[in-house]
Nanobody, 115 residues
Framework: QVHLVESGGGLVQAGGSLRLSCAPSRNIYEFTDLAWYRQAPGKQRNLVALITIGGRIDYVDSVKGRFTIFRQSAKNSVDLQMYSLKPEDTAVYYC?????????WGQGVQVTVSS
């Protein structure tokens, strides 16, 4: 079993920034990919950003140019740096790690962007 510990959520004004961090209980380079998802109230959970073991990165169009996903080897974490936040970015953000066909999820952190 893999545990993912997320941190960094909070309340921020529109235009502000936040950094989310996810620390798995195994080495980050053991996973096929690592990703951040988000779920707004009453909506489904959607992919925000993903980084593969080979370093390929994908973002949902709505966050391109504003969010950056990266791995921090020293911390053994995958972080999501978020800039120019908008009220529509408000959601619970979840970290997801995949090891071949098995997925592991964090507990989620709330990000609230006020207008």
């Amino acid at each position: 079993q893999v545990h993912l510990v997320e941190s960094g959520g909070g309340l921020v004004q529109a235009g502000g920034s936040l950094r989310l961090s996810c620390a798995p209980s195994r080495n980050i380079y053991e996973f096929t990919d690592l990703a951040w998802y988000r779920q707004a109230p009453g909506k489904q959970r959607n992919l925000v950003a993903l980084i593969t073991i080979g370093g390929r990165i994908d973002y949902v169009d709505s966050v391109k140019g504003r969010f950056t996903i990266f791995r921090q080897s020293a911390k053994n974490s995958v972080d999501l740096q978020m800039y120019s936040l908008k009220p529509e970015d408000t959601a619970v953000y979840y970290c997801r790690a995949r090891d071949a066909g098995v997925q592991f999820w964090g507990q989620g952190v709330q990000v609230t962007v006020s207008s």
